[in-house]
């Protein structure tokens, strides 16, 4: 059964910095894309950051294209968001996903990932 489990939430003041960890098992990590997503109260969930199966193809939604930076370890099958530079409409729940991308890409579409985290929440104080 594949898990993903996301830490490293909390409450941070604007311009501060957070890191998210993001620890999978029972699936071949390696073989997987993995992304972040963020849903805020009342929004639909959205694209943050993705990486392709070995993180030397990734990329960012422009909100935070600059401030954040996704990072993979596969050797500790463990997925990382760093955030820096947080302002407070980067508060939301992130959730990490992972999926099978037969191109060795990675998808922008929520859709398109078929493994999800039970999120963490950030909020960033103003």
């Known amino acids: 059964q594949v898990q993903l489990v996301e830490s490293g939430g909390g409450l941070v003041q604007a311009g501060g910095s957070l890191r998210l960890s993001c620890a999978a098992s029972g699936h071949t990590f390696a073989r997987y894309a993995k992304g972040w997503f963020r849903q805020a109260p009342g929004k639909e969930r959205e694209f943050v950051a993705a990486s392709n199966w070995n993180g030397s193809s990734t990329g960012y939604a422009d909100s935070v294209k600059g401030r954040f930076t996704i990072s993979r370890d596969n050797a500790k099958n463990t997925l990382y968001l760093q955030m820096n530079s947080v302002k407070p409409e980067d508060t939301a729940v992130y959730y990490c996903?992972?999926?099978?991308?037969?191109?060795?890409?990675?998808?922008?579409?929520?859709?398109?990932?078929?493994?999800w985290g039970q999120g963490t929440q950030v909020t960033v104080s103003s």
């Open positions: 996903a992972a999926g099978y991308d037969a191109r060795g890409g990675y998808g922008l579409q929520y859709w398109q990932y078929d493994y």
